[in-house]
């Protein structure tokens, strides 16, 4: 339906090019998710280019699509061009906005995780926690971008071998993921796969194996068993399994 409604603008040329331009955005989306990848770089271009013709650079959508670009950039690998993106829309957004809102964090947020995948994790480490203390100013200890964020910290909490912090944080965010959306989403089964690097690292394999065992059950009900996300737990427990005989 989007690609016959952005077909439908091109052709008679609608003068509304704001509709468009959100056409692309959310096309691109569409097509990140079904991993053609370069279609959705394509996309977020047209987008980018239709709102920087009609003198929209200094909106939120804008912002949104900047951001969008970088997390695309990052599954590349191109980490530089992604900062530079969320570095540019986090100046839109303090400027228009203020650093006390969501989307401010999320930019912060994203950036974090650009810097961790980069391998700055000291740098990664810094912005996730400026992330934490703005979504908790601003939308609470519940709500599940806060979660999100605990995830990241958790990662690089890791990284720097500070378990305690990093087991806090995980457990945290699945709660805080359970309760905003449900066991049966995409994302709590992943949070539950996630812990076994935690664990491993922790020599708590038994923990790790009463998560994966779950998530294997979560992803074959509510996914099936082709889904990357039963085959990824499955792998882990077998890995599981070697470690403790």
Do not use: M, P, W
Request: with cysteine; glycine share 4%; hydrophobic share 35%.
């Amino acid at each position: 339906n989007l690609k016959k409604a952005k077909a439908l603008h091109y052709k008679y040329r609608v003068k509304d090019r704001d509709i468009l331009a959100t056409i692309e955005n959310n096309l691109a989306l569409c097509y990140k998710n079904s991993s053609q990848l370069k279609l959705a770089e394509e996309c977020y271009n047209n987008s980018l280019e239709i709102r920087t013709a009609n003198k929209e650079t200094n909106t939120e959508s804008y912002c949104s699509t900047l951001s969008n670009k970088a997390d695309l950039l990052r599954i590349f690998g191109r980490y530089g061009e992604a900062s530079e993106l969320l570095l540019i829309s986090l100046d839109i957004r303090q400027e228009r906005y203020g650093t006390k809102t969501e989307n401010y964090a999320n930019a912060i947020s994203n950036l974090a995780n650009v810097y961790f995948d980069a391998g700055y994790f000291k740098e990664a480490l810094e912005k996730n926690l400026q992330a934490k203390e703005i979504y908790l100013e601003v939308v609470g200890e519940e709500h599940q971008s806060y979660g999100n964020c605990l995830n990241s910290l958790s990662l690089c909490y890791l990284h720097f071998k500070n378990y305690a912090k990093a087991e806090e944080c995980k457990l945290k965010a699945l709660q805080i993921i359970e309760a905003s959306v449900g066991k049966n989403h995409f994302r709590y089964a992943s949070y539950l796969i996630s812990t076994y690097g935690l664990y491993r690292k922790t020599n708590q394999l038994q923990k790790a194996e009463i998560n994966l065992k779950e998530a294997i059950v979560l992803a074959e009900r509510n996914f099936g068993r082709k889904h990357e996300l039963f085959a990824e737990a499955q792998l882990a427990l077998a890995e599981v399994y070697s470690l403790q005989r």
